[in-house]
């Protein structure tokens, strides 16, 4: 008698952690008391359970500096048992599209140095891009760095969703990209385990894959003990059923064909089609129609302007000045600076000022060094220009963010659409998408 052949599906999760480094040490130890500690605890209590993380190493040095080392233990025996794939990404998590090239190579290579430093057998295989935010650019210099694959958001695919094969980007990389809908319905609670499995089979008619990605976060601090209620809910189901697999992302070339290759769409995972038709890719960390974002770049850009000009001129490369410089830069690169002046609905004052400090800092000990060192009149000239240039736009972005804590000030609760408003000036004679603001016209003044 023959029986009918199972068909077998496959389902790959994937979890992304990170800090930034200007967390506050009462609320790291609450996440990894929520979060940490008992995601990595649930997986080793089920041996068979997979998954696929990503850990920016900047949490890593979070936990070993407030005493949580305990953790990273975990991690390390989860590794070790081959039940976590752990990707590379940029240790800070700076918004890679966002950077210079050169400081982009040099997050990786500081993430790639960590892990190695910590997980002695290591090795190189996925990437996972701060923010999923990619360009084909982006993907180029990953590949170079020698990666095998990179996983995106599902609105970065530029050719037809592929779930029974795999797509190459032009220089051969591999792409993965997350169902984008499925992994926010277990991100906002809007799936049932039952549904979820039900879905992962019955989604396509043949053999095919499924990748989920959020952040990690969301299984014990976002959502309480979501870790069990759903996670580990799910993945006793998948190692269960006959239809399912549960698998590392690096294991799905071994039984889907690599076929097609595109370029990936500028995005991210939190860019919409209307941020892609409004030509803004990367919308919660550079729209164009947001004051302080405008000033943020200004400001990045003479900070770095500043770093390299004292790192090129400084001839003692052990000048303590040089090399904190240097630290403050790497770390004021985080994203979250970005993302809280977002307004959509995100906005912290406080946390957009610590990471500007950050880079303050950074400038402020550029200029030492160059002080300490170089005794080229042109050269201090230059040097005492862009300081001063950085303080401006420092005191422009306070102005602005002060503007901008007045008007979203009691708006907090209405739909977040309605922040894309406050970007906009009413005024009839404005066309949309021009802003008037008093550290604006301030700048022109300036100039």
Known sequence: MLYPLIQMNYWAPFLHLYQPP??????????????YEPLFSMLLDNPRFKIT???????????????????????????GREQVDLVGTAKYHPILP?????????QIKL????????????????????????????VSMIHKQGYRWLLGSGISCSGDWLFDKIYQSPEGMLLFFRDDIISNEISFKRIS????????????????????????????????????????????????????????????????KIDGRIRVINSSWSTM?????????????????????????????????????????????????????RYFLDSGLHSCQLWWASARPMWSPNLIMKGAELLLRSAFNARLAILDECDDKQLLSKSESLFDQITQYHSLLLMEIMEMERDI???????????????????????????????????????
């Open 273 to 325: 089609q209307s941020d892609l038709d409004y030509n803004t890719p990367y919308p919660l960390w550079n729209h164009p129609d947001n004051p302080v974002h405008r000033i943020q770049f200004k400001f990045f850009k003479a900070v770095l302007e500043l770093v390299y000009l004292a790192e090129r001129v400084v001839p003692n490369k052990k000048n303590q000045e040089l090399i904190t410089t």
């Open 98 to 106: 966002l950077i210079p090239r050169r400081e982009a190579i040099r």
């Open 409 to 447: 000030n009691g708006k907090r609760n209405i739909p977040s659409y309605y922040f894309e408003s406050l970007f906009l000036d009413d005024s009839p004679e404005k066309k949309p998408g021009e802003m008037v603001s008093k550290a604006a016209q301030a700048e022109e003044e300036r100039k």
């Open 111 to 138: 993430q790639e140095q960590d892990c190695q430093r910590i997980f002695p057998n290591w090795e190189k295989r996925g990437f996972f891009a701060p923010e999923m935010a990619i360009s084909p650019g982006v």
């Open 53 to 79: 993380l990503n850990v920016n190493s900047v949490l890593l040095d979070l936990l070993h500096d407030h005493g949580l080392d305990d953790t990273v233990e975990l991690l390390k025996e989860l590794i």
């Open 193 to 256: 385990v039952d549904a979820f499995i039900k879905k992962l089979n019955n989604i396509h008619e043949t053999t095919h894959y499924i990748i989920t990605a959020q952040d990690g976060e969301t299984f014990g601090h976002h959502v309480p003990e979501y870790e069990n209620t759903f996670l580990k809910r799910a993945m006793q189901a998948a190692i269960e059923s006959d239809t399912l697999e549960l698998c590392w992302i690096s294991d799905l070339e071994n039984t889907f």
């Open 22 to 35: 200007i967390q506050d040490a009462h609320v790291l130890k609450d996440i990894n008391d929520s979060c």
